[in-house]
T-cell receptor
Framework: GIQVEQSPPDLILQEGANSTLRCNFS?????LQWFHQNPWGQLINLFY???GTKQNGRLSATTVATERYSLLYISSSQTTDSGVYFC?????????FGTGTRLTVIP | GAVVSQHPSRVICKSGTSVKIECRSL??????MFWYRQFPKQSLMLMAT?????????EQGVEKDKFLINHASLTLSTLTVTSAHPEDSSFYIC???????????????FGPGTRLLVL
C-alpha cells in the first residue's frame, strides 16, 4: 500500500502562533484529505486537496502532487486547534492514513 | 451533511466476554462500511471493509473469527469482538460510504468512535 508519513510527530505552540504540518506520500494519488481528530476522537474533515491551494478561515492547505507532498498551515492558533491532524490518501477501496501530527496549543 | 453514529461510545467489559459495536448511517445508504482500530498515540489502521450483503474483507493480520463483521442492511454494520482480551482494548472507528446517482463512490464519513476497555 501507499506509505504516508507526516511531520513533525508532535508540536507544541503558544496560542496565536502559526504552524506548518507536512504530509509526504509514496505514490501518485488522485486526492488527499486533511482531518482533525479532536480530543474526543471524532475525525473532522478539513480539506479535500488533490492539488493546488485551498483556504478555510485560519487554515489553508497546499498539495504539490508532482512532488508527493501536502502542507497544512494553521495561523493564529487557538487552544481548540489542539488534537491530532491526519492526512489520508485513497487506495483501491479505502483511505490510507498518515502517521499524524499531535498538536498542543497552550494558552 | 451525512452523519454516521456508533453505539456504544465507550464500553468496559471483562476478559472473555463478547462486545458488539453498532455503526449506522443516518441519512444515506452506505454501500460500503469500513472498520478501523486506533491504539493510543497511533494512526488509524483499517481492519476490514464490508459491502452490504456480502462477507467482509479483512486486512492482513486481522482475525476474522475474532472480529465478526455483519453488514446486513444499507444503514447498519456491526463489529463483534469475540472473547475479548486486554490487548483488544482500543478505539474502534467505523466509516460509511454511499454511492452517488452517477454511480461514482461518494464521500467517506466517519463515526465518533467506540472506546473499548477490556479488564
Amino acid at each position: 500500500g501507499i506509505q504516508v508519513e507526516q511531520s513533525p510527530p508532535d508540536l507544541i505552540l503558544q496560542e496565536g502562533a502559526n504552524s506548518t504540518l507536512r504530509c509526504n506520500f509514496s505514490d501518485s494519488v488522485n486526492n488527499l484529505q486533511w482531518f482533525h481528530q479532536n480530543p474526543w476522537g471524532q475525525l473532522i474533515n478539513l480539506f479535500y486537496i488533490p492539488s493546488g491551494t485551498k483556504q478555510n478561515g485560519r487554515l489553508s492547505a497546499t498539495t504539490v502532487a508532482t512532488e508527493r507532498y501536502s502542507l497544512l498551515y494553521i495561523s493564529s492558533s487557538q487552544t481548540t486547534d489542539s488534537g491530532v491532524y491526519f492526512c489520508a490518501v485513497p487506495g483501491a477501496n479505502n483511505l490510507f492514513f498518515g502517521t499524524g501530527t499531535r498538536l498542543t496549543v497552550i494558552p | 451533511g451525512a452523519v454516521v453514529s456508533q453505539h456504544p461510545s465507550r464500553v468496559i467489559c471483562k476478559s472473555g466476554t463478547s462486545v458488539k459495536i453498532e455503526c449506522r448511517s443516518l441519512d444515506f445508504q452506505a454501500t460500503t462500511m469500513f472498520w478501523y482500530r486506533q491504539f493510543p498515540k497511533q494512526s488509524l489502521m483499517l481492519m476490514a471493509t464490508s459491502n452490504e450483503g456480502s462477507k467482509a474483507t479483512y486486512e492482513q493480520g486481522v482475525e476474522k473469527d475474532k472480529f465478526l463483521i455483519n453488514h446486513a442492511s444499507l444503514t447498519l454494520s456491526t463489529l463483534t469482538v469475540t472473547s475479548a482480551h486486554p490487548e483488544d482494548s482500543s478505539f474502534y472507528i467505523c466509516s460509511a460510504r454511499g454511492r452517488l446517482n452517477s454511480g461514482r463512490v461518494g464521500t467517506q464519513y466517519f463515526g465518533p468512535g467506540t472506546r473499548l476497555l477490556v479488564l
